[in-house]
């Protein structure tokens, strides 16, 4: 094009077209470039190229870039990536160059990290104080890699844990392409650049080591001489004491790595807490118990002093509380435990405690469910084959006691009451047919005599109560007919007596009766009645209507209130937790809180001087029977479950109270029963 431009020309007038036709070019290519630094410069971001990658002879590739535009922000690296299909610098191999940053061309010759015949994705990069931009992607066929040299190793004498530096040719930037190795050890490469890695020193029980280094497969053609130091323990203090104390240890060598070392007494590794070159300062692990302990440094190989150390024994400074039931948690108090629990070992009697916790002051243990009552000795072991025997001893307790069986012969639904010092218990019926004895326990002497039968034979189900020293017995029924009688029974003279019958109808279930003052309240088919003994009258109460045909409930008296509740309500057909407070003042019944174990019916009930009221056994509405047992406060409203009753699960048992506890027996679990039992509330919890 130019040369046309030029023909017919004279030499004067080719002369001044060829400036005309030089200015013309300088102006376009000034205008070309101020164009293309419009491109770039516009976005005010850093843009690049990747031109190409070729391989070259002996290993390597040089790799080719063009920066097209720097941006706005301060360029802090640039170089080239390789790997994968999206080669990053998180994801794969790179350089770094350390030459000028300017927008133009860029090479850089790679000795390290491409194998032989690999297919490699690159891209050039550039990385700003905020972003990282990258070029296209090429792809290009590896021709393999230098080997990498090794020049030198900074220190090359170390301890384990120190970081060396070691320089050479032919490293790889990205640190997990370079594999170190110190003999056949591996150590971890902190930093990584074409000429220099630097390194932490790992364990090793050799002393004369050899360093060689690893690249992308490519192993270096020498290898390096290092020495290893090894910690030396000279001595420790102090040589006695107990589980946490600190002890230190005093040597030389020692690494400040912990990954590189270990602490043992004996087997048990100690905790380190302080570390300098001629210094540990370590805590008596409390996991071993055995004493002496020999102590050592354990680095590959033990290193270990020549002398032991030694726990001091375990005190104990009091045990609490001491009288105690089965199940119970005590506290030993003391000095020098072990505050790991299971590595106490507690010894009540000659049946082995659970630990429950401990501190270096303080074990709590329980006492062992099935240790028989008595007085026990408490030995206490927290080093290894030596005992401690407490000069005190823990009496084991129970609430429960068995006593001498009733004599009269198994039965079930009998009729009891209390009369000073003595029990009674009668009626009720076995297998066969309801039975008419009546019987006396006298608690002092654990013994039964008979007393006079009651005078309607063939009576099942009666309620029974006490008044002024005499028994009363009412309601109840023979097969089908539900009696309304109550006869009278005197212990001085055993004699029964009719008294006056119970207006309304009879029950055909058993009716729970209550005392207060002198006055009987006998709840029966829907209403209830008092009964004043010395008037031989009854008075018809109010009644609580949540429990419509009521029976085989629980009733007792604490101080002026009467209570009743927890039985069968006939129109529901199941049983109910409701349980219901009479005012005897106003004749009114209030609702108190449910009963929170399993409903039932046919339960054993009392209350006691002390305030509180028991109830237990029983059956459910589909006849499982039950063995919990249960305390209710009235003053706070609530339950407590206390120890199960020891015997078989059963209902239509039957309890009567003397003093401050309560005896307990008989009843049905698929059998009839005759078992009687102490129970003593103070025990309870």
Not at 92 to 105: C, E, N, Q, R
């Amino acid at each position: 094009m130019a040369t046309a431009f030029l023909q017919g020309k004279s030499p004067k007038a080719i002369k001044k077209s060829g400036t005309i036709w030089f200015l013309l070019l300088f102006v376009g290519l000034l205008l070309a470039v101020s164009c293309q630094k419009e491109k770039y410069t516009d976005k005010g971001i850093p843009e690049l190229d990747i031109i190409g990658v070729t391989a070259l002879d002996g290993g390597g590739a040089l790799f080719e870039g063009n920066i097209l535009s720097t941006g706005s922000e301060t360029v802090m690296e640039h170089g080239f990536v390789w790997g994968g299909a999206n080669p990053t610098l998180e994801n794969s191999d790179y350089i770094v160059l350390d030459t000028g940053i300017a927008v133009g061309p860029f090479e850089s010759e790679v000795m390290a990290g491409i194998e032989n015949n690999k297919v490699y994705y690159a891209r050039a990069f550039l990385k700003t104080t905020s972003r990282i931009s990258y070029s296209n992607v090429i792809s290009f066929l590896g021709g393999g890699s230098i080997r990498p040299e090794l020049v030198s190793i900074v220190p090359n004498t170390a301890i384990c844990g120190d970081t060396a530096i070691i320089k050479g040719r032919y490293f790889s930037f990205a640190q997990t392409n370079n594999t170190v190795l110190f003999d056949n050890i591996p150590a971890r490469v902190l930093r990584a650049s074409s000429d220099e890695l630097e390194v932490i020193v790992p364990p090793s029980g050799a002393t004369t080591i050899k360093v060689k280094v690893t690249v992308t497969g490519y192993a270096s053609v020498n290898e390096l001489a290092f020495n290893m130091l090894q910690p030396v323990l000279s001595y420790f203090e102090p040589h006695t004491g107990t589980f946490d104390d600190i002890v230190t240890l005093h040597g030389t060598n020692f690494s400040l790595d912990t990954s590189c070392f270990r602490v043992f007494f004996n087997n048990a590794r100690a905790e380190v807490l302080e570390m300098s070159r001629s210094q540990y300062k370590v805590k008596v692990p409390a996991e071993n118990n055995i004493s002496p302990a020999v102590v050592q440094i354990r680095y590959f190989n033990d290193f270990s002093y020549n002398e032991q150390f030694s726990l001091r024994a375990a005190t104990i400074n009091e045990i609490s509380p001491v009288n105690v039931r089965p199940g119970d948690t005590i506290h030993i108090t003391g000095e020098e435990f072990n505050p790991i629990a299971v590595m106490n070992k507690v010894i009540i009697g000659e049946v082995d405690a659970a630990v429950i916790s401990s501190t270096a002051t303080e074990i709590s243990v329980q006492v062992p469910p099935g240790l028989i009552v008595g007085n026990h000795t408490v030995t206490l072991s927290t080093i290894q084959g030596t005992l401690l025997v407490w000069d005190g001893s823990v009496e084991v307790r129970t609430p429960w006691i068995r006593l001498t069986d009733f004599p009269g012969g198994a039965r079930s639904s009998a009729t009891v009451f209390s009369i000073k010092e003595s029990g009674y218990i009668g009626l009720g019926h076995n297998a066969d047919q309801a039975l008419p004895d009546f019987w006396k326990y006298s608690p002092a002497s654990d013994s039964w005599s008979p007393v006079r039968n009651h005078p309607k034979a063939g009576l099942d189900y009666a309620t029974g109560f006490a008044i002024d020293g005499l028994g009363y017995v009412t309601c109840g029924k023979n097969v089908d007919v539900w009696y309304r009688d109550i006869t009278q029974y005197n212990p001085i003279s055993d004699i029964w007596q009719a008294m006056t019958p119970k207006p309304g109808e009879g029950s055909s279930m058993k009716a729970p009766a209550f005392v207060i003052n002198d006055r009987a309240y006998v709840p029966a088919a829907g209403e209830m009645y008092e009964f004043n003994p010395q008037t031989n009258t009854w008075i018809k109460k109010s009644y609580p209507s949540a429990l419509g045909y009521f029976g085989s409930g629980v009733a007792f008296a604490i101080g002026d209130k009467g209570y009743m509740g927890i039985g069968w309500i006939h129109q529901e057909g199941q049983n109910t937790p409701m349980l219901f407070e009479y005012d005897q003042a106003i004749d009114r019944w209030t609702r108190k809180a449910d009963f929170p174990g399993t409903p039932r019916s046919n339960a054993v009930f009392f209350a006691l001087p002390n305030g509180r009221a028991y109830v237990g056994l029983g059956t459910t509405s589909d006849y499982q029977y039950l063995n919990d047992f249960w305390e209710y406060n009235p003053l706070t409203d609530e339950w407590h479950r206390l120890d199960d009753f020891p015997g078989t699960a059963r209902y239509s048992a039957v309890a009567f109270t003397i003093g401050n506890k309560a005896y307990i027996g008989l009843g049905y679990d698929g059998t009839f029963k005759s078992d009687f039992w102490e129970f003593s509330p103070g025990l309870s919890f």
